[in-house]
């Protein structure tokens, strides 16, 4: 079992930055395929982010409401996920998840972090 605990969640301003992380409670976990979801109050989730394993060069993905906007990046060294989310809008707000996930073999969820955009 792995264990992914995320932070940097909070509130702030339209047009603010902010930054997720994603720890893996097992060494070199993170090098593997991770993504980052969201759900907002009455909605499904949905895909924001992912980027493929280290050995599969690292390629990430992006939904189409946050090209250009937010970021997902990995520290192998601390083992860590990243999502910097710049230019941030009111539909935004959300609670953030961090997944990592092997068809077939495993399926690991963090509890999630609250974003809320708003003035």
């Known amino acids: 079992q792995v264990q992914l605990v995320e932070s940097g969640g909070g509130l702030v301003q339209p047009g603010g930055s902010l930054r997720l992380s994603c720890a893996a409670s097992?060494?070199?976990?993170?090098?593997?395929?991770m993504g980052w979801y969201r759900q907002a109050p009455g909605k499904q989730r949905e895909l924001v982010a992912t980027?493929?394993?280290?050995?599969?060069?690292?390629?990430?993905n992006y939904a189409d409401s946050v090209k250009g906007r937010f970021t997902i990046s990995r520290d192998n060294a601390k083992n860590t996920v990243y999502l910097q989310m710049n230019s941030l809008k009111p539909e935004d707000t959300a609670v953030y998840y961090c997944n990592a996930a092997l068809t077939g073999v495993y399926d690991y969820w963090g509890q999630g972090t609250q974003v809320t955009v708003s003035s």
């Open positions: 980027i493929t394993s280290v050995t599969s060069g690292g390629i990430t």
């Open positions: 097992r060494r070199g976990f993170s090098n593997n395929a």
